[in-house]
Every structure is written in C-alpha cells, then in structure tokens.
Nanobody, 124 residues
C-alpha cells in the first residue's frame, strides 16, 4: 500500500498563494504518477494537476493552468502544488492521489490511493 499525507492548506485572501505538500510512504515504488484533485461542496471531484515520478511532463486542469504548478522531490517522495493568484472558486478540499497503472491522468477513478485531504479556503 501507499500512504499519502497532505499538508499546507488554510485560509488565504484572493490573489494570495499557498503551497500544498503530499508525502508518500509505503510501497512508493509501485506508484508511477501522482495527481492533485479537489472537491467543493456539492460538486464533482475535479482534476487539478498530475506529474509522473520519472519523466518531466506535467499536466493541469484548464481552470488552474498558468496559476498552479506541480512539482516533485523524488528523494523525499513528496509532491507539491504551488498555488498562486488564488480565487474564491479555488475553495475546496484538495486531495493527492497515487496511480500505479498507465492511463488518463485526469481521471480520478484510475488512482489507487488517496490522502485524507486538506482544506483550502480563499476569501474574496
């Protein structure tokens, strides 16, 4: 199994920044990609960003392109989500997830393990 622990959420004003971290432990060698998703009350889980452990390309949801950056530290088994120019509509619980099989990175159903989530609230 892979254990994922998110941190870094909180309350921020519109236009501000936050950095989320996701520390992975356990059978991390079985993970080939990591993703960030978010879910606001009454809404479906939304793809935010994804990155693979061993190659460079990163992927983003349309609503966060140009504002969010996903990165990784392989030595620490940690993935980060730098969120800039935050908007009230970014308010949600943010989850990191681990994916072991090749497939569509934006499809949350293809991820095997999930963290507990961290709340991000952006005030206007």
């Amino acid at each position: 199994q892979v254990q994922l622990v998110e941190s870094g959420g909180g309350l921020v004003q519109a236009g501000g920044s936050l950095r989320l971290s996701c520390a992975a432990s356990g059978r991390t060698f079985s993970s080939y990609a990591m993703g960030w998703f978010r879910q606001a009350p009454g809404k479906e889980r939304e793809f935010v960003a994804a990155i693979m452990w061993n190659v460079h390309p990163t992927y983003y949801g349309d609503s966060v392109k140009g504002r969010f950056t996903i990165s990784r530290d392989n030595a620490k088994n940690t993935v980060y989500l730098q969120m800039n120019s935050l908007k009230p509509e970014d308010t949600a619980v943010y989850y990191c997830a681990s994916k072991s099989m090749i497939g569509k990175l934006s499809d949350y159903t293809g991820y095997d393990y999930w963290g507990q989530g961290t709340q991000v609230t952006v005030s206007s």
